[in-house]
């Protein structure tokens, strides 16, 4: 037998990112902007994208892609907000892959759209990991968790270009420095943005809708 | 668990290159897992032991890996080296506009392959 030794040094999830990159292409060339949202479990995700999804309603041709580990209940209720949305059923796998959301993707592909929306599975570790073609990664926080997850989950929060603190409204009852939150953020990202929320009383969601009106426009004028 | 996500790519890349090369068997290959590469050593043993029961193209193989920091180059001031205490930061002048330049990724460093005779220095690629 004969032994050779192949020198690769090959990025493992190359075909994941080499789809992903695809799909961001796709999506550019539509003039859409593609945001990825991750959080953990409950900390909020789809209450800010119900809110969300009221105040773009007339201002931008908008649809979900709802990440799940089983039942499509999130999609309902974006569905019940009169928006288009298509759930991605990831039966036990713990985070979206670029796949997946072709997959979902194709099956709206046929109407144009300015902004989609990914809602990840909730999980602060896994999904970091995974490029899904997005032009926009931002990640959740919610007050009850806790100001310590960035230095948790340091790939979440390196990655994610913008940071949505969200339960604002609770903030009395929690020993959560919204100020130690981004500083920690800060340390992984310096430059992420941050956006204090809740979609309880409506704080903040406007300023963080309108941004990402903003952010379409700087991409597409 | 994402981990068997990974190890199913890394298969993906082994078999294309046992393939390119006519291997029958891979019998090692080592990986370079980023600090920040979200991806548990631990874990990452346990998908592969699931993988290799079932795919008799790694069936005997070894698996190694090496941790690399989060290392960063610094345009201001030219530091080189890994991050300290936890802070994408220049650690020498304190910018914050340093370029993560590894540790972020996983990567497939080299594969050990097992040639019969009548493949020797067969190159499909």
Redesign the interface.
Known sequence: ????????????????DMLAEALRREWASRSMLVVNLLSSPGSGKTALLERTLEILKGRMRVAVLEGDIETDRDAERIRAKGVEAVQITTGG???L?ANMVAKAWERISDRDWDILFIENVGNL??P???DLGEHLRVVLLSVPEGDDKP?KY??AF?TARWMVLTKMDLLPFFDFSPERAVSEAK?????IRVFRTSAKTGEGVEEWANALVEEYRKMYG | MHELSILQAIYLSLREIARRYGARRVLRFRLEVGELANVVPELLEEAFAVLKAAEPLIADAVMEYSIVPLTLRCPECGYYGPWRERTVRCPECGSATVDVVDGEDLYLRDVELDIPEENYGQDNG
């Open positions: 037998m004969g032994k050779i030794t192949v020198d690769v040094k090959r990025e493992v999830l190359r075909a994941n796998t713990c985070h892959e570790i896994c970091a990991g995974f230095a340091p790939k390196r340390r992984l990202r310096p430059d």
